[in-house]
C-alpha cells in the first residue's frame, strides 16, 4: 500500500475515534426519565438522573463534528483538486475510485447501520414496553447518538470534499430517469438478452417478457443505456440519499438541541414525525441497495471496486462503454 494511502487512512480512522470520544460524552443525551418509568425498570431513577445529568453535551458535541467534517472534506477536496486521480487502465484493471470515496461510503453506511440497529431497538423498548428484563437500555441510547455523529460527519465531509473538489459526475440528468429503467428491465432480464438478476440459466418465461418488453418499447425503453462511469442507476439514487439524510440528520439535530435552547413542542413533534418517516424510507431504500448493489451477481464487480478502488477491464467495457472509450482516449 502507498506511503500517501496509509497516511490518508491514518487521519481518517483518527477522526472517526474523535467523534466516537465527543459522541460517546452523550451517553446522557435525552430526557427518559418518563421512558424508564414507563416500562417499569427498578432502577429507572437513577438511569435518568445520569442520563439528564449531561443531557446538552451531545448538543454542545455537534459543533466540533461539524468542523471536523467541514475539516476533512476542506483537505481532500483541496488535494483532489490539485492532483486529481486519473484512472488508468493497467494490468486488466480500472481504478474506479479514490481512497477518499471509499472513506465516505463506508463511514455512512457504519453510521446509517449503528442508527437502525439502535433505533429499532429503543422503538421496540419505549414503544412496545418490550425491554422490562432486558438491560443495555442505556447503551443503545448511547450507540445511537454516536451514530448519529459520525452520519453528520461523513455529510459534511462528503459534500465539502466534492464541492472543493469540483466533482459533478454522480449529479443526475433529466435521461437518467428513463435510463435507470433501462438499466434495471436489462438487470431483470426484460431486455436484452441477459439472465433473470443475472442469475445464470434462470431466465424470464417469453410470456411474461414479451409483454413488458412490448409496453416498455412504447416509452422509448428498448435496450441497455450505454454508461459512463457511474450507472443511471447509482447517479438517480443520489438525491433520493442526500434528502433523506439530509432530512434525517436536520429533525435529528432539531431534537437534539431542544436539550439547550427551548424550542416549541410543535417544532419538536414535527420533528420527531418527520424523522421517523425519513428513517423508514432509509431503511427501505438500503434494502433495495444492498439487492442491487452487492447482493445480485451483476454487482459484484462493483461491490468489490468499493472495496478495492479497482475493477476490471473487461467489465469496464462491457458495461461502462461510455466510460470505456474515454479511458482508451486518454
Known amino acids: ?37 414507563n416500562i417499569m425498570r427498578p432502577d429507572w431513577e437513577t438511569e435518568a438522573q445520569s442520563l439528564n445529568a449531561g443531557k446538552d453535551l451531545f448538543a454542545l458535541a455537534l459543533p466540533v463534528v461539524i468542523v471536523l467534517g467541514i475539516l476533512g472534506g476542506f483537505i481532500l477536496g483541496r488535494r483532489a483538486k490539485k492532483q486529481p ?6 494490468n486488466g484493471k480500472v481504478k474506479r475510485h479514490t481512497v477518499s470515496i471509499l472513506f465516505e461510503h463506508w463511514t455512512h453506511t457504519i453510521g446509517v447501520i449503528i442508527c437502525i440497529i439502535t433505533a429499532v431497538f429503543l422503538l421496540i423498548g419505549t414503544r412496545f414496553g ?9 447503551l ?27 466533482d459533478r459526475e454522480i449529479i443526475p440528468v433529466m435521461s437518467d430517469v428513463k435510463d435507470s429503467i433501462a438499466e434495471t428491465m436489462a438487470i431483470m432480464g426484460v431486455i436484452g438478452d441477459g439472465a433473470f438478476f443475472g ?3 434462470l431466465y424470464l418465461p417469453k410470456i411474461i417478457k414479451k409483454p413488458l418488453a412490448n409496453l416498455l418499447a412504447k416509452i422509448g425503453v428498448t435496450e441497455p443505456p450505454h454508461a459512463g462511469k457511474w450507472l443511471p442507476i447509482e447517479r438517480v439514487e443520489t438525491p433520493a440519499w442526500a434528502v433523506l439524510v439530509g432530512a434525517i440528520i436536520l429533525t435529528g439535530v432539531i431534537k437534539t438541541i431542544r436539550y439547550v435552547i427551548d424550542l416549541p413542542p410543535t417544532m419538536a413533534y414535527v420533528a420527531t414525525i418527520i424523522h421517523d418517516i425519513a428513517a423508514i424510507l432509509i431503511i427501505l431504500l438500503l434494502i433495495v441497495h444492498i439487492i442491487t448493489a452487492a447482493v445480485i451477481p451483476p454487482s459484484w ?4 471496486s468499493m472495496l478495492t478502488t479497482k475493477t476490471s477491464e473487461e467489465y469496464v467495457k462491457e458495461h461502462h462503454p461510455e466510460w470505456y472509450k474515454k479511458l482508451r482516449k486518454e
Open 1 to 37: 500500500m502507498e506511503k500517501g494511502t496509509v497516511r490518508k487512512i491514518t487521519i481518517t480512522i483518527g477522526l472517526l475515534v474523535l467523534i466516537a470520544i465527543f459522541s460517546g460524552i452523550s451517553v446522557n443525551a435525552a430526557d427518559v426519565g418518563d421512558v424508564l418509568s
Open 85 to 90: 486521480m486519473v484512472p488508468v487502465i493497467a
Open 130 to 138: 418490550l425491554l422490562v428484563f432486558f438491560s443495555p437500555f442505556l
Open 140 to 166: 443503545a441510547y448511547k450507540l445511537h447518538f454516536i451514530g448519529a455523529g459520525i452520519l453528520v460527519f461523513a455529510s459534511l465531509f462528503y459534500i465539502v470534499n466534492h464541492i472543493i473538489a469540483g
Open 199 to 201: 442469475i445464470r440459466g
Open 301 to 304: 464487480p462493483l461491490f468489490k
